[in-house]
């Protein structure tokens, strides 16, 4: 699980929008302009670009 208080500060870092867990992907996406999918490895968010899924 997620820290929810790191959740909460948690931006996007290649458009700075607001991200959102999704838990049964292991995933931070992105749900501003860019949409990409941060993944989330040992419940730790790797919120770096060369990592994300693109859409
Ligand atoms: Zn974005």
């Known amino acids: ?8 500060i948690l931006v996007c870092p290649n458009c700075r929008g607001q991200v959102e867990y999704r838990e049964a992907d292991s995933v ?3 749900i501003g302009e860019c949409r990409y999918e941060y ?3 040992n419940d ?10 693109k859409p």
């Not at 699980?1 to 909460?8: A, F, I, P, Y």
């Open 28 to 30: 931070i996406a992105c």
């Open 1 to 8: 699980m997620v820290d929810q208080e790191l959740l909460k």
């Open 44 to 53: 730790i968010p790797h919120m770096l670009i060369d990592e994300a899924v």
């Open 39 to 41: 993944p989330v490895v």
